[in-house]
């Protein structure tokens, strides 16, 4: 993981793998994927896949992260809590304001603009180039047990202490002043 990396504080956990057929590694995010308020954007989640979790796991939480946003705590765009260890794809646009396309049993967090849906990157005009930290955790519990009306911080806290493995996607995200 990159420096100032979110997660370096946090217990350590095994590395498993997730690609995205909407958003690569190290690149740009496409238009969709960012915040409607932007040129093109519709915030729309990206396809997710993932493989390799350690064995033990009971379930998976999704996070979208951006440490860099001028706030002193960062900024949660998704949560998912409770995605059962049988599934290992989310589709583009499951994120949505009915989390239609989440499986049964797994659902959306509060993200910090408080709407229990994705919300696209959407760095402050002229602030630089924001990362978002898009993970797949690996849990040890069938249930993070965390309310759906808790924030993504309280999800984060409850799951530290569960977290097998941990699959990482980082894009990034920049507006011109």
């Given at each position: 993981m990159p420096a100032n990396d979110p997660f370096a504080r946090l217990p350590q956990a095994a590395s498993f793998t997730v690609t995205s057929t909407t958003v690569t590694d190290g690149a740009a995010w496409p238009p969709e994927q960012r915040s409607s308020g932007l040129?093109?954007?519709?915030?729309?989640?990206?396809?997710?896949?993932?493989?390799g979790a350690p064995n033990g796991t009971k379930s998976y939480a999704v996070t979208v992260y951006d440490p860099d946003a001028p706030t002193g705590s960062g900024f949660w765009h998704w949560a998912v809590a409770?995605?059962?260890a049988t599934v290992t794809e989310l589709p583009e646009g499951a994120g949505d304001e009915t989390g239609s396309g989440l499986p049964e049993g797994a659902y959306q967090l509060p993200n910090d603009a408080r709407a229990a849906r994705y919300i696209g990157a959407a760095p402050p005009a002229g602030h630089g180039p924001h990362r978002y930290f898009v993970v797949?955790?690996?849990?040890?519990?069938?249930?993070?047990?965390v309310p759906a009306d808790a924030t993504?911080?309280?999800?984060?806290?409850?799951?530290?202490?569960?977290?097998?493995?941990?699959?990482?996607?980082?894009?990034?995200?920049?507006?011109?002043?």
């Open positions: 040129p093109g954007g519709k915030d729309t989640s990206p396809q997710l896949s993932w493989s409770d995605i059962p797949v955790h690996a849990l040890d519990i069938p249930s993070a047990g993504p911080a309280v999800l984060g806290f409850t799951m530290a202490g569960h977290t097998l493995g941990r699959a990482v996607l980082i894009a990034t995200a920049e507006t011109p002043a």
